[in-house]
């Protein structure tokens, strides 16, 4: 009987289990999680959980009747691929097929990871400690005015918490967007009651204090560092599976890793995109969701590829914030909508040679969903109809 181990309990391990049994797998599967908790769904810990909407996030599978082992609470700490057994901290398991599924860890600042005033929001743990700070109307310092700074300033400034979020950049998601895209967002800080520093880098973070270039000290009952994240591989260093540079494992289309049996899937791999002509590390929900299916046909002989028009989607200041595609900075920038003109809902659309590559929507849903299947289509746009935000999409 064949044995496929899956490590990483998250949506792509999970999901591999789950399409695995679809597609017809009636061999062993063990899912393997570090967390202690059953598999759950992470979006919502910066969101509804946080605010108290929510208890818990778990992920819709019914693993028993799946035929699943879950092994949760337990942490691989090698692979011996000669040998296809994974090392964990309770002890080897054999396999045919591992698939490696371990998401991402936040980047964190050196020296802080003890203190208690000092947060970052990966896990329902996270979750869990961060909450009380907003449930008791605490100050909130966020690192960074990136993706997880925005919903923890969101949610904390509608629990009522005083908020600033310091960013060393000159306006908000400086890292995925450019400048004339991210200064408009300025004002939803503004509107929103939380202070927005930017242009400040942060020179050091103490237990519930960010020391900014200028000298600055500001205090909180929480800092929340949301700087990034980056794949969680350390525990890979000595398994002779290809890394590449920015930590992820290297994945071809089908997301195998070129070691026999081996796959990776979700925010911990990379993988060549021949829709956009290089190789893509996404660390987006919809990743995670869909490159399970390729694992799974792979592993029953299939030659699936994993291909995606990524997509992103955000909840923040009272917008739904979209993003599908990959952009570069040589791509034409389209505006359609002016929010410094007062448009409450816009989108910017990025166009090479006339075909959309990706686009930025501010509570434009429909927009996004048109452009993404322009973007997998590779449509020819009239850039001066893609301008004009009366015109759908579709027929820009
Ligand atoms: P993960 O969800 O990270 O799961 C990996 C699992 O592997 C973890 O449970 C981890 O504990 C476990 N693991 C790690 N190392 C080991 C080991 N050595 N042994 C055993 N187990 C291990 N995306 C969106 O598109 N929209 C959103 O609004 C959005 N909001 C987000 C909000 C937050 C707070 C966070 C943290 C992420 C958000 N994301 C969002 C991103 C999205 O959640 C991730 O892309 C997705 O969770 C990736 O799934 P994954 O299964 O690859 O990794």
């Not at 049994?21 to 599967?29: A, L, N, P, S, Y």
């Not at 097929?97 to 020296?111: D, I, K, N, S, Y």
């Not at 880098?201 to 000298?215: F, K, M, N, S």
């Not at 796959?263 to 929900?285: E, I, K, M, N, T």
Request: aromatic share 6%.
């Amino acid at each position: 009987e064949q044995r496929v181990v899956i490590v990483g309990a998250g949506l792509a391990g999970a999901g591999t289990a789950a399409r695995l049994r679809e597609q017809g797998f009636d061999g062993k599967i063990a899912l393997v999680g570090a967390e202690p908790h059953r598999p759950y769904d992470r979006p919502p810990l910066s969101k509804d959980l946080l605010l108290g909407k929510a208890e818990s996030a778990d992920l819709d599978f019914d693993f028993a009747a799946l035929g699943v082992d879950l092994l949760l609470g337990r942490a691989a700490t090698g692979v011996l691929t000669g040998e296809r057994v994974l090392n964990t901290d309770a002890g080897p398991l054999p396999y045919d097929h591992l698939v490696l599924a371990t998401g991402a860890e936040p980047v964190t600042l050196p020296g802080t990871g003890a203190l208690p005033g000092v947060h970052v929001l990966r896990t329902l743990a996270d979750a869990r400690r961060l909450k009380p700070v907003l449930d008791a109307r605490g100050s909130v310092v966020a690192v960074g005015a990136g993706w997880i700074g925005a919903e923890v300033a969101t949610a904390a400034r509608l629990a009522g918490c005083r908020v600033t979020v310091v960013e060393a950049a000159h306006q908000p998601l400086a890292g995925v967007l450019p400048a004339e895209v991210g200064a408009p967002m300025r004002r939803w800080y503004a509107d929103a009651g939380a202070e927005l520093r930017t242009g400040h880098p942060v020179t050091a973070v103490r237990d519930g204090e960010v020391e900014l270039a200028d000298g600055t000290v500001l205090g909180a009952d929480a800092v929340l560092v949301g700087i990034g994240s980056r794949p969680a591989t350390g525990w890979l260093r000595d398994s002779g599976i290809p890394l590449e540079p920015d930590g992820s494992v290297r994945a071809d289309a089908g997301l195998r890793t070129g070691v026999p049996g081996v796959y990776a899937v979700g925010d911990c791999a990379s993988f060549p995109s021949a829709r956009y002509g290089r190789r893509l590390l996404v660390h987006h929900w919809d990743n995670a969701l869909t490159g399970p299916s390729t694992v799974a046909a792979g592993i029953l002989g299939g030659t699936a590829a994993h291909d995606p028009v990524p997509y992103f989607w955000s909840e923040q200041f009272g917008r739904y914030v979209q993003y599908a595609g990959y952009h570069e900075p040589a791509d034409a920038l389209v505006r359609r909508g002016d929010p410094a003109g007062g448009d409450a809902a816009w989108s910017v659309c990025w166009l090479r040679e006339g075909v959309l590559r990706a686009l930025l929507t501010v509570d434009r849903p429909r927009d996004l969903a048109q452009g993404r299947r322009l973007i997998e289509r590779a449509t020819p746009l009239d850039p001066e109809r893609v301008a004009d935000p009366s015109v759908p999409l579709k027929a820009a």
